[in-house]
């Protein structure tokens, strides 16, 4: 087989033209970080980082679902120790009222502070956190608890659970229901208690007592079972973030470069390029038009 200039030419040129691309592909890598930077360049890797990105965007999005549920279940557990404090309150009054020492005038001023205590548990009971009543069930636009013109209650609570997926599969509900605490027993009792003291009735006063720490015991069980679910919450917390960090890592050795090994053949690659410049430059020998000038 002859060899002519012109193959010994394209010969070098074509060496030349894929050492160029080797080393444009080792300096995308530095200058991106991945491995590749278009599906063509290795298709089973960028198949498998679509896969392994949906999975850490999924577990992402579980973990900004349980940020919401610690929203509802934090707040809610500070309202019903708010509430458990005002209920004590109350016991504590209908303790000192139904003594024999007070007299009418007294119970009166007492149940000027009952009425007041009466109105921070409807303020609890309506309790609102970004923009939603956290003790009315689903329906979080409206108020559980309202007072008409007349001064009367108007209960309207929704026992619906608020429940938000926290894993694939994994619902826990969010919110308490509203009507194991913040009943129109509760709000009956209380009113039972200051007719009481209006009336200066120390037998119902001491009846009002009993009431009272059903009422306590009520709040007290409600946010033991909260507090059940909170526990819940942070396992399942715990879980996420360890599979965060395996997900994080698996995509990370699908796509990410070793800087060592991609600096390394870039060095060799422009050794090896020099090297073919060189090479070329005696390989291509002066021909007759050369001498024809």
Known sequence: MRITQSMLSNNML?????SYENLG??????????????PSDDPVVAMKGMNYRTQVTEIEQYIRN????????????????KTTQALGRLRELAIQASTDTYDEAERKN?????????EHIIDIANTKVNGKYIFNGTNTDEAPITVDDNGDLQINQNTNPVT???????????NVNAENVFSEKLFDDIDNF????GNND???????????????????????D???????????????????????????????????????????QESIHRATLSAGSRIIQPTLLDFLR
């Not at 349980?66 to 707040?75: A, C, K, P, R």
């Not at 007492?110 to 009466?118: D, F, G, S, V």
């Not at 120390?202 to 409600?222: F, H, M, P, W, Y």
């Not at 879980?239 to 965060?244: I, K, Y």
Request: without cysteine; charged residues 30%.
């Open 194 to 197: 200051i007719s009481a003291l």
């Open 25 to 38: 592909t080792y300096m995308d890598q530095l200058n991106t970080g991945k491995k590749i930077t278009r």
């Open 110 to 118: 007492i149940m000027e502070e009952a009425e007041q205590l009466k």
């Open 202 to 224: 120390q037998k119902a006063i001491e009846q009002s007592i009993g009431t009272l720490d059903k009422n306590i015991d009520n709040v007290i069980n409600t946010r033991a």
């Open 14 to 18: 074509r060496n030349l033209s894929k």
């Open 66 to 81: 349980t940020n919401e549920v610690h929203n509802w279940m934090d707040n809610s557990d500070a309202a019903l120790d």
């Open 226 to 268: 909260l507090g059940a679910r909170m526990n819940r919450l942070e396992l399942v917390e715990n879980r996420l973030n360890q599979q965060e960090i395996i997900a994080k890592r698996t995509m990370s050795k699908n796509e990410d470069i070793d800087y060592e090994k991609v600096i390394t053949n870039l060095i060799t």
């Open 164 to 174: 938000i997926e926290v894993a694939n599969g994994t619902k826990l509900q969010a």
